[in-house]
């Protein structure tokens, strides 16, 4: 109970940037957890006095679970747990309805079918109407799942799994076209605005105004203005005209909330320093694969540090740390790694 309900407390901490918890208001939010009202149902008692509304054939018909029996969905059936959520999910529909009023559940398209099962439970044993509104999954334009990166990676609305900087990104780096659908979806922007908007980037879409004033708004909407400015000046640094002396004026505190998100790894100062940069790039820091990776990235004037190309005959010294214990690697033009030298 404890875990789950440091989940309920994490889940409400980050909803309460949207939705106000403490407000007098007699609409005003409020967070229910379902373990309270299944704690003490048995399985006997839930299929008694559930289980009995709903039949078999009912469940079989949601399109959800005919695709996963007919081998559609990819998946080699499904288990039990998974057939019968749809009655927990409906209990729960059900529970609202008869203790909080709510005559509403809504959701994402998947949903449909659990929660329909649980207008249906409400019909049969509360003789009560009830209602479903669901909204297509949002998708990239490529077809693609929203909110994950090309590698997988998952983008969270806790700062502590996703950085604020991280987070920011993902909103700048959208293409042009999932760009001009989500600043729609995902700001409160006007309606005249956002056209204006679209048709300044039409123009110029080299500049990216689009994605930065989405990236602006999500950001600033979910971790706040001060964490968005923060996210801004690691860009400027980063993919701006920045120098190898900005870098190093940086104090460590500061590097570090700038280059948030950037992986990195402790070396030992004499691995960096009077190191010859293939053997740094690749052995020593693990940042590429093998020498003959550095040296080609090399060749093909990819390779930085702090922010300036470097040759095959370079060597870090101590006035290239910044704060005396950071070296910032990079190769292109998004692709860092840091060294912290110990």
């Known amino acids: 109970?404890?875990?789950?309900?440091?989940?309920?407390?994490?889940?409400?901490?980050?909803?309460?940037?949207?939705?106000?918890f403490a407000g007098n208001e007699p609409n005003k939010a409020e967070l229910v957890n379902n373990y309270d009202w299944m704690k003490n149902i048995s399985f006997l008692d839930f299929a008694k006095n559930v289980g009995k509304n709903i039949t078999v054939n009912y469940m079989m018909a949601k399109d959800s679970v005919k695709k996963r029996f007919s081998g559609e969905s990819g998946a080699d059936g499904m288990s039990f747990t998974e057939f019968t959520y749809q009655l927990i999910q409906g209990y729960d529909f059900l529970h609202l309805y008869q203790n909080n009023n709510v005559k509403l559940q809504m959701g994402g398209s998947d949903q449909w079918g659990?929660?329909?099962?649980?207008?249906?439970?409400?019909?049969?044993?509360?003789?009560?109407?009830?209602?479903?509104?669901?909204?297509?999954?949002?998708?990239?334009?490529?077809?693609?799942?929203?909110?994950?990166?090309?590698?997988?990676?998952?983008?969270w609305l806790d700062k502590k799994k996703t950085s604020p900087y991280k987070f920011y990104q993902f909103w700048l780096n959208a293409t042009d076209e999932d760009a001009e659908r989500f600043i729609k979806f995902y700001t409160f922007l006007g309606k005249e605005e956002i056209e204006a908007l679209i048709e300044?980037?039409?123009?110029?879409?080299?500049?990216?105004?689009l994605q930065k004033r989405l990236a602006e708004e999500v950001t600033v909407w979910v971790h706040g203005r001060e964490e968005y400015e923060k996210a801004l000046k690691a860009s400027e640094i980063l993919f701006g005209r920045s120098t190898a002396e900005d870098l190093v004026s940086l104090d460590e505190e500061t590097f570090l909330e700038v280059f948030d998100g950037v992986p990195q790894k402790e070396v030992a100062k004499a691995d960096v320093l009077a190191i010859n940069i293939v053997d740094l790039l690749s052995e020593k820091s693990g940042f590429l694969k093998s020498k003959s990776e550095a040296q080609r990235e090399i060749k093909g004037n990819s390779i930085s540090v702090n922010k300036q190309k470097v040759n095959d005959t370079f060597t870090a010294n101590e006035t290239d740390l910044i704060d005396g214990k950071f070296l910032l690697l990079q190769k292109g033009k998004k692709?860092?790694?840091?060294?912290?030298?110990?």
């Open 200 to 209: 300044e980037h039409k123009t110029a879409a080299h500049e990216r105004k």
């Open 1 to 20: 109970m404890t875990r789950c309900q440091h989940y309920v407390d994490c889940l409400k901490n980050q909803l309460s940037r949207f939705l106000d």
């Open 335 to 342: 692709s860092y790694f840091i060294v912290k030298v110990i």
């Open 114 to 155: 659990n929660i329909t099962t649980g207008t249906e439970l409400i019909r049969r044993k509360a003789q009560g109407e009830a209602f479903a509104l669901t909204v297509p999954l949002i998708t990239k334009a490529d077809g693609s799942k929203f909110g994950k990166s090309e590698s997988g990676e998952n983008y």
